[in-house]
């Protein structure tokens, strides 16, 4: 606050003594209209930083990141079940986890769990990690 206070006093101080040192004319009512101009802007300054919001607390307020990747780890999921069913013609929960990293999603790890015990566990898996996931694992249902 005593910051504030020196520096409103210093700016309107610059503005008086701008003013009667300038000669009269065109360019002495545009001088006096900008010291002006300054003089309201450093008095209005503590009333703007009342809405001065936070990057980092809008972030954090605005988005439910949890609910995000809960979204899209579901539909990730069943995508994957769809595709696994197409290409092998392979009943499967998948699983895949999507978590929030620096400013982006991404998949953490993928769980496939096969209806049945079979020889394609390994192409599967060959498979995904074509498709670029990581933390793949593969495994029959047990009975």
Same mark, same amino acid.
């Given at each position: 606050?005593?910051?504030?206070?020196?520096?409103?006093?210093?700016?309107?101080?610059? *503005?008086?003594?701008? *003013?009667?040192?300038?000669? @009269?004319?065109?360019?002495? %009512?545009?001088?006096?209209?900008?010291?002006?101009? &300054?003089?309201?802007? &450093?008095?209005?300054?503590?009333?703007?930083?009342?809405?001065?919001? +936070?990057? *980092?607390?809008?972030? *954090?307020?605005? !988005?439910?990141? $949890?609910?995000?990747?809960?979204? !899209?780890? +579901?539909?990730?999921?069943?995508?994957?079940?769809?595709?696994?069913?197409?290409?092998?013609?392979? $009943?499967? $929960?998948?699983?895949?986890?999507? %978590? !929030?990293? @620096?400013?982006?999603?991404?998949?953490?790890?993928?769980?496939?769990?096969?209806?049945?015990?079979?020889?394609?566990?390994?192409?599967?898996?060959?498979?995904?990690?074509?498709?670029? !996931?990581?933390?793949?694992?593969?495994?029959?249902?047990?009975?």
């Amino acid at each position: 606050m005593k910051a504030y206070l020196l520096s409103a006093a210093a700016v309107i101080f610059l *503005s008086v003594i701008v *003013s009667l040192i300038i000669p @009269e004319g065109k360019l002495n %009512k545009t001088i006096v209209f900008v010291m002006r101009m &300054v003089c309201i802007f &450093v008095l209005i300054r503590p009333i703007t930083g009342i809405f001065k919001i +936070d990057s *980092s607390a809008v972030n *954090s307020l605005m !988005y439910d990141y $949890e609910y995000i990747c809960g979204v !899209y780890t +579901d539909n990730q999921s069943k995508q994957l079940e769809q595709l696994l069913l197409k290409e092998f013609g392979q $009943e499967c $929960e998948c699983l895949v986890t999507v %978590k !929030y990293n @620096e400013g982006k999603f991404e998949v953490s790890e993928v769980n496939v769990q096969l209806n049945e015990e079979n020889e394609k566990i390994n192409e599967i898996y060959e498979y995904l990690v074509k498709l670029g !996931y990581i933390n793949i694992t593969v495994y029959a249902k047990s009975n």
